[in-house]
């Protein structure tokens, strides 16, 4: 009788854990099936945009996020960039020039959406933006990127900017569907100004990819209270609620 009662128990165990494991994996399987959230876009204009999409790194950021066009603006007037050399470049020419990442009209363009795009995402979101114009030579330049904020840090990756692109097919009408590869991307620096509210710089590359991705992070509300501000960006905000 023993016997019997402990053939029972065993199986009775058995059989629990293999239900709980049948669970767990349609549990998983439930999981994996469930479609990942659209991107959505905020402005688009050309080949230019801004849109909100999954943020692969992190789940706790702090959106939505209520930042003005005008605040915005005066943050990305603080981004500089610069050709990144080597010692022997260096030796020769000298340091490169920091130049601002966003000139005015590309703020004017970039601002409104992207406080928008800000407002609208989620704490798994992030916004992406892209902005491209055709050169007076025919070739297109864009400027690419991310933002996102965990806490009191603005976080903004550049992947590129002012990248230069071989001429395409009437890049003035933008009637391409993909823009060009680079013929030549040069690698770059960037930091913010005022130094005193960056809190780090890292540099990255995606796997198989030759993108670069250089993040700043940026006590931003410090950073606000004491820089001068940009005006006349707020009635942009209103232009931006295309497409």
Known sequence: MNGIRSTVQHTHHLSRRVLLSLIGLTLLAGCASRPATPPKTVYQSGLSQVRVEQDPES????HPAALTATEVGTLLRGVRAWERRNFLHRLFVGEADRTRAFRNEEITVL????AKALAQAGPTERVY????H????GDEETTTGWISIRGPILHLTISGVHDR???GP???KYDRQLPNIPEASAAHDVTFEPEEFLVKVSSGVR????DQREELQIRYREALSSMPVQPGLER?????SQP
């Open 59 to 62: 789940t706790t950021n702090a």
């Open 111 to 114: 601002a409104p959406p992207l």
């Open 129 to 132: 933006f892209h902005l491209s």
């Open 134 to 137: 055709a050169t007076d030579q």
């Open 165 to 167: 692109h071989s001429p």
């Open 170 to 172: 009437d890049i003035s």
């Open 207 to 210: 796997l198989f990819s030759p």
């Open 236 to 240: 942009g905000n209103e232009r931006s």
